[in-house]
């Protein structure tokens, strides 16, 4: 391999490791997300142009960054948008201009914390705020984060060009929350985050259960938050991550099709995710201030910890509920903790909490209640109400996979038409 053959790979390779961690600095010192993104564009055409030339710099990423100010100053100068630029304070209208600040790593890391914050702030729309974290902290681009979501690439990049307009227009400051905003504003990171987390391990709608590049995306996020800004939450929230996406090739059968918990082959479990996840656990709860994503990964550790179904410690699994719903006293939560006290206590006791929780109106059309309910009716053999139950999850559900589930479950009720029933 040449030189320049060897300067060009060097090139790629910078791009993979390094691209995202050159924008965000080049956002703090140019103050503005598409001209920092054309500056980055900018500095890796030069070094594709001047590094097998001239030979690879000693600090790539430093040379990225100054050679994407630098293309941005002449950028300016040309469009003629600014003053000249000797009547300009650089500092305050450019950036900071100190050359160490882009080869400190402590610096070069807060820039990602930065960037991450603003991409996940609050005056955002929550659905702007994830396609904003995947396009600029993720590197996505556009047609893949539209292709995740199911949505037009068209109607993906007007979010995307909103959310950096109302950055822009409503000044949001490109900066870590102060100690006395942080845990608010970390809650909004966590939950995006998470929520680009779910829609790769179960995702809303379309063909296939999963996709693993979205939750492979939101566990690369989740480490990253963990290594910056290692607050328990964070840590709590990685675990649980690591733990549901251990179970991930034993979620569906080479059809396609989904596989229940409790029919798992557990040996697919990836045992390095499990052990991983478990040691995070054990971390964010021994801080003493974890909270719901914590609380949530222990009861995945349980499960992780079961050799066979049989195995579970539902006991503790509804102890751990029961302080999760103490703190988020959501339906969905209560939904979840009926689950497990019909494993731990039967089936009737389970079903009476569902059948509560509907009465009240909550969850009315979330399928999993009405699939959770379903399930424990069949259970007890009240099949005409179990039959109107997964009907009526069908009819929620645009996920192929789990149709194809709620439909070989209406098939074998209509298999046995003479089980006893009941009323609803």
């Known amino acids: 391999m040449d030189a320049a053959e060897s300067a060009r790979e060097a090139v790629n390779a910078t791009y993979l490791s390094d691209s995202r961690r050159v924008l965000a600095t080049l956002i703090r010192l140019l103050g503005d997300f598409d001209v920092a993104e054309e500056a980055l564009h900018d500095a890796f055409r030069a070094a594709l142009e001047q590094w097998p030339r001239d030979g690879v710099p000693a600090n790539p990423r430093a040379w990225l960054v100054s050679a994407g100010r630098f293309k ?40 990602r914390l930065r960037l991450i914050f603003t991409c996940c702030h609050p005056a955002l729309a929550p659905d702007a705020q994830v ?48 100690p006395a905003e942080l845990p608010g504003r970390l809650d909004s990171v966590l939950r995006v985050i998470y929520l680009v987390f779910n829609e790769g391990y179960a995702a809303s709608a379309g063909a296939a259960l999963t996709r693993e590049d979205l939750s492979s995306e939101a566990i690369r996020l989740g480490r990253l938050l963990v290594e910056l800004l290692p607050e328990a939450e964070a840590v709590g929230l990685l675990a649980l991550m690591l733990l549901h996406e251990s179970r991930r090739f034993a979620r569906t059968s080479e059809s396609g099709d989904i596989v229940l918990l409790e029919d798992q082959d557990r040996s697919l479990w990836n045992r390095d995710h499990i052990a991983e996840g478990s040691r995070l656990v054990e971390r964010a709860l021994s801080s003493g201030r974890f909270g719901a994503y914590s609380l949530q990964a222990a009861i995945a550790a349980v499960h992780a910890d079961a ?40 089936p009737e006791a389970g079903l009476r909490i569902i059948e509560r929780i509907l009465a009240r109106g909550d969850l009315r059309d979330y399928r999993p209640a009405h699939a959770a309910r379903a399930e424990l009716l069949r259970r007890v053999g009240r099949i005409a109400d179990a039959r109107g139950s997964y009907e009526r999850a069908l009819s929620l559900s645009r996920l192929e996979p789990e149709r194809r589930h709620l439909e070989r479950r209406l098939a074998e009720l209509n298999a046995h038409p003479h089980e006893s029933q009941g009323n609803v």
């Open 72 to 111: 941005a100053i002449d950028a300016a100068r040309r469009r003629k948008r600014f003053d000249s630029l000797d009547e300009m304070d650089d500092a305050a209208n450019l950036g900071a201009v100190n050359p160490v600040e882009w080869t400190d790593d402590e610096s070069v890391e807060d820039d």
């Open 131 to 178: 396609a904003l974290t995947l396009r600029e902290v993720c590197g996505l681009t556009t047609e893949e984060i539209a292709r995740a979501f199911l949505t037009p690439a068209p109607t993906l990049a007007q979010r995307i060009v909103r959310a950096k307009a109302r950055i822009r227009d409503a000044r949001i400051p490109y900066q870590v929350p102060a």
């Open 307 to 346: 050799a066979r179904p049989s195995d579970t410690d539902w006991d503790e699994i509804v102890g751990l509920y029961d302080a999760l719903f103490e703190r988020e006293s959501s339906p969905v939560i209560e939904l979840n903790r009926a689950v497990a006290v019909a494993m731990r206590d039967g």
